[in-house]
């Protein structure tokens, strides 16, 4: 059993910045875990954000490439997303995800809805 819990939302402006965290109870470099983030936002169908792999390969949705960075604290077993020039259509709760089961190559971000553990979210909230 994977726990994972995750830290940092808020609200902020247009254009502004914020840092995602999700601690994992487990070891996440061990080789044996992919994770991720997703979001959901009101009305919405959830949308994968981006993924890393159990080899640390990185992919992200063409919705937040080149602003979004996701990257793992591997000394606290943490999992960070790195979120700039945020604007409105980011607004939602995002989640974090892991699974340590078999998965695809290259693990794109609309798989993480199917991944085995999933945090209880934080929400973002972007406005002007």
């Known amino acids: 059993q994977v726990q994972l819990v995750e830290a940092g939302g808020g609200s902020v402006q247009i254009g502004g910045s914020l840092r995602l965290s999700c601690t994992a109870s487990?070891?996440?470099?061990?080789?044996?875990?992919?994770m991720g983030w997703l979001r959901q936002a009101p009305g919405k169908e959830r949308e994968g954000v981006a993924t890393?792999?159990?080899?640390?390969?990185?992919n992200y949705a063409k919705s937040v490439r080149g602003r979004f960075t996701i990257s793992k604290d591997i000394a606290h077993n943490t999992l960070h997303l790195q979120m700039n020039n945020l604007g409105p259509e980011d607004t939602a709760k995002y989640y974090c995800?892991?699974?340590?089961?078999?998965?695809?190559?290259?693990?794109?971000?609309?798989?993480?809805?199917?991944?085995?553990?999933r945090g209880q979210g934080t929400q973002v909230n972007v406005s002007s």
């Open positions: 995800a892991a699974d340590q089961g078999h998965l695809p190559r290259p693990l794109l971000p609309t798989v993480l809805s199917y991944f085995a553990y």
């Open positions: 890393i792999d159990k080899d640390g390969y990185i």
């Open positions: 487990v070891n996440i470099n061990d080789g044996k875990i992919a």
